[in-house]
């Protein structure tokens, strides 16, 4: 693999993951990441429409005028999410009415979007493949992460509801730290997913700094500020 | 000759952080020492835990940024967010619940923005919020005051409950926890039955429940004494009194009924508390004079619409929080006008 392949995998699952660097896709991220499988499903049916729509829009990126390319890369993207939204209904029924709205809301996840105009209307089909999967994967693995995360903090499991993924098999996957675990809701409301999200990103930014062997510098804090009467 | 030429401010006030959280501090006491007095121990062991772990949290973030902990720890500010964060909570909370919320008030609510001034949301609130969203159970678990219930839990029994989490021998939970003034309120109205009715019931004193509407007088002490000591000023506490007061006021006039009167509003639940300890948070509020009167009138409109309408029977830290929010558009709009400054001067 040359160089080139390997500059699209870094960027796609760590150097510019649109999840925790571009902050793009954030509301499929951030409403349906409140279990690791539902993180899973939705990243998977994301990557397809991705590498999907980076396919095609590079492959008519020279027929296509720039006057109308944004309509045209909405057409294709919505006719995959379409697809995809019928495929999820036949055979993953369960997971279909789990995720409900969000999947249909594929098709708004700016992230697609942004590498269909970035990246796949300027390269070639092959580049615009990797990219789609990298990218796609790097999402998905975000969200698997803040799936979890909030799944086992929220209720205590990890794998709840594996079923409806892989099938009644993966019934027993579910793995959970005990009954008596009381549960922190929050992190599965809402709020939840800001903060575990911020706290991701915060991790991301520590690793690449310890990987850069940058000292963060504490900043001068100055002396005690006077609150003076409210 | 030389004089020392240094950069103004050249006359420096007697207030500082430390002395104003400790002002905060000493007016809490009265108030604080009412709910003990009504609850029992409770009340004081939950501010002993919170007070520990918001100070470790603290000590511990500080250490962790590499920066000196004593100044930070000094000027008091953690036990004021333990302190008003315990006297939210139900005097029989698990420990460790109590570890947790003022735990996540310090560390994500306060630290992780930049620590003292930085914070956009008042932490303890935050913290509170946080408890009440995730346990919905323990957090709405009160105890009736001692003068309703005739009955006052000993020290060793109420270590006993919050170390154990489990109610003491002979006892459950629905013997000795019960609805709180407000909650009561709200279940019996939706039951469609008239104010003048539920009131029967010895649970209700002159204006708010029994026991209950004393804390507030004593809370409206200490925040007394923090407008007479400058701590304060009074424009939020009286915005937010007064907008509480109008609103329910009028709907109180429409149909006296259905709609409890407005001093039972007054001194029920955390509103006395809330305008002057925790919506006049130097940090999250709005910090412009015309800002103030909208940013208290607004938490006051909010907690009526909250507590009349709303999912929750108290509103205060909602509505504080809501307006934490918006308090720096507000002061965006309502910067006063610099001297010489023309009026519609848009540069």
């Given at each position: 693999m040359d160089d080139g392949y390997r500059r699209i995998w870094l960027d796609g699952l760590?150097?510019?993951?649109?999840?925790?660097?571009?902050?793009?896709?954030l509301c499929p991220l951030l409403a349906v990441s409140n279990t690791l499988i539902n993180g899973l499903g939705l990243g998977l049916a994301t990557t397809l429409v991705l590498t999907l729509s980076n396919v095609s829009v590079s492959l008519i990126r020279n027929w296509v005028r720039p006057e109308i390319r944004l309509p045209v890369f909405v057409l294709i993207i919505a006719s995959f999410v379409t697809t995809v939204e019928l495929v999820m209904n036949a055979y993953f029924h369960g997971l279909y009415k789990v995720l409900g709205i969000f999947i249909p809301l594929i098709v708004t996840n700016c992230a697609i979007i942004g590498r269909a105009e970035a990246f796949a209307s300027r390269n070639p089909i092959p580049r615009a493949l990797h990219d789609g999967l990298a990218i796609g994967i790097g999402f998905t693995l975000a969200l698997v992460v803040l799936g979890g995360g909030r799944e086992l903090i929220g209720q205590g499991t990890l794998f709840d509801g594996a079923h409806l993924m892989?099938?009644?098999?993966?019934?027993?996957?579910?793995?959970?730290?005990?009954?008596?675990?009381?549960?922190?809701?929050i992190a599965i409301l809402p709020p939840g997913a800001f903060i575990g999200l911020g706290l991701m990103i915060a991790l991301k930014n520590i690793i690449d700094k310890r990987l850069t062997g940058a000292k963060p510098v504490p900043t001068d804090q100055p002396e005690q500020a006077v609150p003076t009467s409210a | 000759m030389e004089f020392a030429t240094g950069s103004s401010p050249h006359k420096i006030g007697p207030q500082n952080v430390t002395r104003v959280m400790g002002m905060v501090l000493l007016a809490l006491v009265p108030g604080t020492l009412a709910m003990w007095w009504y609850f029992g121990w409770g009340v004081l062991i939950n501010l002993m835990i919170a007070v520990t772990a918001a100070v470790v949290a603290e000590a511990a973030v500080m250490s962790l940024r590499g920066r000196d902990a004593r100044p930070v720890l000094l000027d008091l500010s953690a036990v004021v967010t333990a302190w008003l964060l315990a006297l939210a909570l139900?005097?029989?909370?698990p420990w460790w619940q109590t570890v947790l919320g003022s735990m996540f008030a310090i560390v994500v609510v306060k630290q992780l923005f930049g620590g003292i001034g930085y914070n956009p949301f008042n932490p303890a609130m935050a913290g509170y919020v946080l408890l009440l969203v995730s346990f919905p159970v323990t957090m709405t678990r009160w105890l009736p005051p001692d003068v309703v219930s005739g009955q006052a839990l000993s020290l060793a029994d109420s270590l006993h409950i919050i170390f154990s989490g489990t109610p003491p021998l002979g006892q459950t939970w629905d013997t000795l926890s019960s609805a709180t003034p407000l909650d009561q309120m709200r279940s019996e109205l939706s039951e469609n039955r008239m104010i003048s009715e539920i009131r029967q019931?010895?649970?209700?004193?002159?204006?708010?429940?029994r026991g209950w509407e004393w804390i507030g007088n004593w809370f409206l002490l200490g925040g007394l004494f923090l407008l007479w000591r400058r701590v304060i000023n009074w424009r939020i506490p009286a915005s937010m009194l007064g907008s509480l007061l109008l609103v329910s006021g009028l709907f109180w006039a429409i149909d006296p009924e259905t709609h409890p009167f407005p001093a039972f509003h007054l001194f029920s639940g955390a509103a006395i508390l809330g305008a002057f300890f925790i919506a006049t948070d130097p940090v999250s509020a709005s910090t412009t004079p015309k800002g103030q009167l909208i940013y208290g009138a607004l938490i006051g409109l909010f907690v009526f619409i909250i507590r009349t309408w709303?999912?929750?029977?108290?509103a205060v830290a909602f509505s504080v929080l809501l307006l934490n929010m918006a308090a720096p558009t507000i002061d965006y709009y309502t910067q006063p006008r610099v001297f010489g400054q023309r009026k519609h001067d848009d540069a």
């Open positions: 760590w150097s510019n993951n649109q999840a925790l660097v571009a902050l793009l896709g892989f099938g009644e098999v993966a019934r027993d996957w579910r793995w959970s730290v005990g009954e008596a675990y009381p549960g922190l809701l | 139900p005097p029989l909370l019931s010895p649970l209700w004193g002159d204006f708010g429940g709303g999912g929750y029977p108290d």
